[in-house]
């Protein structure tokens, strides 16, 4: 049992001397809420979180995923792989401003999931056609990653008495 806690302590040092520590950086995505999904005597419960994030090059978007927060010891320590099952929503809250062109697939955002191999990614595209905003999160892992992903889509609709609607086509590389 000492070596597991030296293991721990040497983790979480590696984690915080490296950058790489748990928990989200300052400017990342925003709580909304957490709910417990079960109950541990000792140390945390896992929890189902909901948090917020803008598209960096979008302004008027945000998108809401849902992601299973490991409990446990290794979860209080912010050393637990988390799980691949992520949900995603995005919506349109304001009007549609794009700040720069970009590609089909770019990153709009990226957390990681477990102390070093795992991450998370929040990737957008255009469908031009229908001037719909794509968004797909997904995991990946070193040297295995996951099938498990959900798809989120925006059509782009005027706001507030804009009359010029912008077309995510125009702003593809």
């Not at 140390?43 to 446990?72: F, S």
């Not at 056609?129 to 040297?143: E, I």
């Amino acid at each position: 049992m000492k070596r597991f806690h030296l293991l721990v302590l040497l983790s979480i040092a590696f984690a915080v001397s490296f950058g790489v520590a748990p928990s989200f950086a300052q400017n990342g995505p925003d709580l909304i809420f957490r709910k417990s999904v079960d109950f541990k005597l000792l140390t945390p419960n896992d929890k189902l979180a909901t948090y917020g994030i803008d598209d960096p090059l979008i302004d008027g978007v945000v998108c809401y995923y849902t992601a299973h927060e490991k409990g446990g010891v290794a979860g209080m320590f912010g050393v637990a792989e988390q799980s691949s099952e992520i949900s995603l929503a995005c919506r349109q809250y304001g009007p549609i401003k794009f700040k720069e062109k970009f590609n089909q697939g770019d990153e709009a955002f990226s957390e990681r999931r477990s102390l070093l191999f795992k991450r998370m990614h929040i990737v957008r595209g255009c469908d031009a056609k229908r001037n719909v905003l794509v968004y797909m999160v997904y995991s990946d892992k070193l040297v295995d990653g996951s099938p498990e992903s959900s798809t989120s889509t925006l059509a782009i609709q005027p706001w507030g008495g804009q009359n010029d609607i912008p077309k995510c086509g125009e702003f593809l590389k």
